[in-house]
């Protein structure tokens, strides 16, 4: 089967297209042919040796295809059947403990960037009804994460303000997921031409962030001084003070991205002074990703892909990402 594989010393130069022996599905285990998988931020860190692994590793994260094979002892799953990754296999339920975040595709274990992939049962859900496997392998990062913020966490309702960051994969589906719910969106970017995009997709007003730096006194003066309730915080330390300036009293930051770095000065007291939560988050568990795929089913919400790639130049997905030239995900079609 062919595969792309992270030479080390990391770096686009070392991510190769090779071979490789299809596997068989052991116990508990099935076997997937992958169709697509999309990248996140956490596979360019991969990619660009932020997170190191070992020589050779197969990376990518997020994957999506059809059963072909099933190990003994699983029932969960049949040969057929449509289905995508979790980000994280070992967290299946519950509150996150150390053991959760072990084993992460395309960083901790093989990833998605291969024909084939044996893995645990466990390790993944159904696809949503009249998804493409395209659209199915931009879910088990970014719009978990969008929905477990915004769903799960803030629990937004209608009329609520919702404050989105950039025009990355969680961003587009946290502004799509709060629209979808009846919420005010105001999104931020520095691209005109994004901003319009941001527009049409459903946001209610938008902010360049370059030509308003304070752009959370601004997004306050929009809400008629009474501030945002819910924040998808992307940038981290650099944009984490604006964030806070824009949030109305007893609002909540969701701490998802470290764009800007991440450590800095932070404005603390404006934090105590307006009883804002501020919650870290990385994805989610199984259980919530298969509660998400049913929401989204009912919301009838669909990803918006901005570029599509071959296996073969996941290369240049990366080099397009790295660019800042997508607009909500991009795939790699295997």
Not at 77 to 100: H, R
Not at 283 to 308: A, C, F, H, W
Not at 324 to 330: A, R, Y
């Amino acid at each position: 089967m062919r595969i792309a594989r992270l030479n080390q010393p990391a770096g686009l130069d070392n991510l190769v297209i090779g071979e490789k022996p299809t596997p068989q599905p052991g116990p508990g285990e099935i076997l997937v042919r992958v169709h697509a998988s999309s990248l996140n931020f956490h596979d360019f860190a991969v990619i660009a040796g932020f997170l190191p692994t070992p020589d050779g590793r197969i990376p990518m994260a997020d994957g999506a295809g059809e059963v072909v094979a099933v190990g003994d002892g699983v029932t969960r799953f049949q040969p057929g059947d449509k289905v995508m990754s979790t980000f994280y296999p070992n967290w299946q339920d519950g509150a996150p403990t150390p053991e959760s975040f072990v084993g992460v595709p395309g960083d901790q274990a093989d990833g998605f960037a291969a024909e084939y992939v044996a893995m645990p049962a466990s390790g993944l859900v159904h696809m949503p009804k009249g998804y493409s496997y395209a659209e199915a392998a931009t879910l088990p990062c970014a719009a978990l994460t969008a929905w477990r913020a915004l769903m799960l966490e803030a629990q937004i309702k209608p009329g609520d303000w919702v404050l989105t960051q950039g025009t990355g994969g969680v961003s587009i589906f946290a502004l799509q997921l709060a629209k979808a719910v009846g919420a005010h969106v105001i999104s931020t970017s520095s691209s005109p031409e994004k901003l319009e995009r941001l527009s049409a997709l459903g946001a209610d007003h938008v902010i360049n962030y370059k030509e308003t730096p304070e752009w959370g006194s601004k997004a306050k003066e929009i809400t008629g001084g009474r501030g945002v309730d819910q924040v998808i915080e992307i940038g981290g330390p650099g944009t984490l003070a604006q964030s806070i300036a824009a949030c109305t009293i007893g609002g909540h930051i969701s701490l998802i991205g470290v764009l800007t770095g991440i450590s800095g000065d932070v404005p603390t007291h404006g934090f105590t002074a307006g009883n804002i939560t501020l919650r870290g988050f990385t994805v989610g568990s199984r259980r919530q990703l298969e509660t998400m795929v049913k929401g989204i089913e009912t919301l009838g919400i669909k990803p918006v892909i901005s570029d599509r790639f071959a296996l073969e130049d996941i290369a240049g997905a990366f080099a397009h990402q790295m660019a800042h030239k997508h607009f909500g995900k991009i795939v790699l079609e295997i």
